[in-house]
């Protein structure tokens, strides 16, 4: 399994653009990376997920490298209710379910 | 839709007691887990479920069982209760393996 490693925390001023990055240099070429998130101590919500081109959707960007050893997630002019714990996740297939292996992920918080 | 719930949202046991936390869906996903959350770790997989009447390990099984007899309906069994199981369970679920698992809001269990 291709393990994920994320700084513990980051700090970012609201309306300003948050940059959350993610290594996963052992990544194999069939492994997705997902993004998720979890705002005080709820379920974690999806954000996004990418193969090997960028992605966008209503809530955020992901950037991942060529060689897709590694990531960014990009939370376009944060609000404060973006304050959470960010994990990013090689999704790894085992039988017919798709198991998520969560870290400890990247707590961000957003500031006035 | 509801989407995925809990119940209970809160339980209080003592060490020796049993009891089932109950998940359910309302989106006919074929695909359920159970994830328990201990204080500032990620989510690990304790059972998951490819479809009703079937259920597999995860990676944290020991000391929890589990039951999926009707599609909607996923139960996560603790025949004797431990402190060591004091944690927040997540269950989640989606249509097929490749799809965004969706999460419901967690039970908060405490073993005294």
């Known amino acids: 399994d291709a393990k994920t490693t994320q700084p513990p925390s980051m700090d970012c001023a609201e309306g300003r653009a948050a940059n959350l990055p993610c290594n996963h240099s052992?990544?194999?070429?069939?492994?997705?990376v997902y993004w998720y998130r979890q705002i005080h101590s709820q379920g974690p919500q999806y954000i996004i997920h990418?193969?090997?081109n960028n992605e966008t959707n209503e809530m955020a960007s992901l950037i991942i490298t060529e060689d897709r050893k590694s990531s960014t997630l990009i939370l376009p002019h944060a609000p404060l209710r973006d304050t959470a714990v960010y994990y990013c996740?090689?999704?790894?297939?085992?039988?017919?379910?798709?198991?998520?292996?969560f870290g400890t992920g990247t707590r961000l918080q957003v500031t006035l | 839709n509801a989407g995925v719930t809990q119940t209970p949202k809160f339980r209080v046991l003592k060490t020796g007691q049993s009891m089932t936390l109950l998940c359910a869906q309302d989106?006919?996903?074929?695909?359920m887990y159970w994830y328990r959350q201990d204080p500032g770790m990620g989510l690990r997989l304790i059972h998951y479920?490819?479809?009703?009447?079937?259920?597999a390990k995860g990676e944290v099984p020991d000391g929890y069982n589990v039951s999926r007899l009707k599609k909607q309906n996923f139960l996560l069994g603790l025949e004797s209760a431990a402190p060591s199981q004091t944690s927040v369970y997540f269950c989640?679920?989606?249509?097929?393996?490749?799809?965004?698992?969706?999460f419901g809001p967690g039970t908060r269990l405490t073993v005294l």
């Open positions: 990418g193969l090997k």
């Open positions: 989640a679920s989606n249509l097929l393996p490749t799809d965004t698992q969706y």
């Open positions: 052992t990544i194999s070429g069939n492994e997705y």
């Open positions: 989106m006919n996903h074929e695909y």
């Open positions: 996740i090689v999704r790894v297939v085992a039988g017919t379910a798709s198991k998520l292996t």
């Open positions: 479920s490819v479809g009703e009447g079937t259920t």
